[in-house]
């Protein structure tokens, strides 16, 4: 802990994140299930479900979760229908998890309990 002029400054927390059992997307509820996987998470838009590896914590977890809902507003959405190349896919959804993640931490836009 540091002192300034008097005062104990708490070490700034990280947020906790609890994964949620659904989430809407564009209307659509999508059911979120921690599975045993090789991935870290899938989306599957037919069946409008997100499934998460087990054992993921922390930043893991909730990245992951961020990058399947992004692939579930692409679909959703009618974008990801559009695009022919999955590489392509992957990597816009990389792009944005990545940029959210940072900007949510960096921004403390995050929930602290």
Same mark, same amino acid.
Request: hydrophobic content about 35%; proline content about 4%.
């Given at each position: 802990?540091? $002192?300034? %002029?008097? /005062?104990?400054?708490? *070490?700034?927390? !990280? *947020?906790?994140?609890?994964? *949620? !059992?659904?989430?809407?997307?564009?209307?659509?509820?999508?059911?979120? $299930?921690?599975? &045993?996987? =090789?991935?870290?998470?899938?989306? #599957? *838009?037919?069946?409008?479900?997100?499934?998460? &590896?087990?054992?993921? !914590?922390?930043? #893991?977890?909730?990245?992951?979760? %961020? =990058? +399947?809902?992004?692939?579930?507003? %692409?679909? +959703?959405?009618?974008? /990801?229908?559009?695009? #022919?190349?999955?590489?392509?896919? /992957?990597?816009?959804?990389?792009?944005? #998890?990545?940029?959210?993640?940072?900007?949510?931490?960096?921004?403390? %836009?995050?929930?602290? $309990?």
């Amino acid at each position: 802990m540091q $002192k300034i %002029l008097g /005062e104990t400054l708490m *070490p700034r927390r !990280k *947020p906790i994140f609890r994964l *949620p !059992k659904q989430i809407s997307i564009l209307g659509r509820v999508y059911i979120v $299930k921690r599975v &045993r996987m =090789h991935d870290y998470g899938c989306c #599957d *838009p037919t069946t409008a479900e997100i499934h998460i &590896r087990r054992g993921l !914590k922390g930043d #893991d977890l909730s990245s992951t979760f %961020l =990058h +399947e809902c992004i692939h579930a507003i %692409l679909y +959703e959405s009618g974008v /990801e229908h559009r695009w #022919d190349d999955a590489n392509f896919t /992957e990597s816009v959804v990389r792009a944005l #998890d990545n940029g959210l993640s940072r900007a949510f931490d960096t921004n403390s %836009l995050l929930v602290r $309990k």
